[in-house]
T-cell receptor
C-alpha cells in the first residue's frame, strides 16, 4: 500500500467553481501534513501546511481528519491561475522522510 | 525559507556518461535531500546528504549509481553515473524548513538521456 494516495484527476472546473481534493495516508502516526503546488515544468512549492484544527488561507482551506487518515484541500472561487498539480505530502513520524502523493491535476477553464 | 540555486537546469546526455548536479543553499542546513521525479510520477527520495558523513540512500538507490558529495553546510552535488534512458527524469534537491514549513526545493534539473 502506498504511503500517500490521491486521486490523480484531472479535475476540469470553470472559473469561480469550488473544487476539493482528498488524500489518504497509511501511517496513523504521521506527524505533519502539507499541500504543495507544482506548475508544469517547475519545482513543487509549499501551498500550505495542514494543522489538526484545519486552516484557511484566503480561498484555500485545508482539513485533517486523523481518525480517517485523510487530508483535504478546498479551493473556492477558482481562478485560471490555480491550474496546476496539487501534491499531498505527509511527513513520517520518525526521521525526515516526506512522502509525496502522485498529485492531482487541476485545470480551471474560462 | 531558504533559497536554493540548482544547476544545470536541464541537460541532454549520451548513455554511459555521467552528470553532476549542484545545489547551493543561501543558509547553512544540516541535511539536504535529493529527489527524483520521473515523467508523470510523484517525487521519490533518492538519498539524504549529511555534512561530514556518508549519504543515506533509500531502497532502490545505491552510491555507485548516485554518488553524493556534501563538503559543507551550504552545498551538495548528486552525480548520475553511467546513465541510461531510464535515468531521464527531473532531479530536485531540497532542504527542510522549520516544523510545519515542509521542504523548499531547488528549481530542478531536467535530464534526458539519449
Amino acid at each position: 500500500r502506498k504511503e500517500v494516495e490521491q486521486d490523480p484527476g484531472p479535475f476540469n472546473v470553470p472559473e469561480g467553481a469550488t473544487v476539493a481534493f482528498n488524500c489518504t495516508y497509511s501511517n496513523s502516526a504521521s506527524q505533519s501534513f502539507f499541500w504543495y503546488r507544482q506548475d508544469c515544468r517547475k519545482e513543487p512549492k509549499l501551498l500550505m501546511s495542514v494543522y489538526s484544527s484545519g486552516n484557511e488561507d484566503g480561498r484555500f482551506t485545508a482539513q485533517l481528519n486523523r481518525a480517517s487518515q485523510y487530508i483535504s484541500l478546498l479551493i473556492r472561487d477558482s481562478k485560471l491561475s490555480d491550474s496546476a498539480t496539487y501534491l499531498c505530502v505527509v511527513r513520517a513520524n520518525t526521521g525526515n522522510q516526506f512522502y509525496f502523493g502522485t498529485g492531482t491535476s487541476l485545470t480551471v477553464i474560462p | 525559507s531558504a533559497v536554493i540555486s540548482q544547476k544545470p537546469s536541464r541537460d541532454i546526455c549520451q548513455r554511459g556518461t555521467s552528470l553532476t548536479i549542484q545545489c547551493q543553499v543561501d543558509s547553512q542546513v544540516t541535511m539536504m535531500f535529493w529527489y527524483r521525479q520521473q515523467p508523470g510520477q510523484s517525487l521519490t527520495l533518492i538519498a539524504t546528504a549529511n555534512q561530514g558523513s556518508e549519504a543515506t540512500y533509500e531502497s532502490g538507490f545505491v552510491i555507485d549509481k548516485f554518488p553524493i558529495s556534501r563538503p559543507n553546510l551550504t552545498f551538495s552535488t548528486l552525480t548520475v553515473s553511467n546513465m541510461s534512458p531510464e535515468d531521464s527524469s527531473i532531479y530536485l534537491c531540497s532542504v527542510e524548513g522549520a516544523e510545519f514549513y515542509g521542504y523548499t526545493f531547488g528549481s530542478g534539473t531536467r535530464l534526458t538521456v539519449v
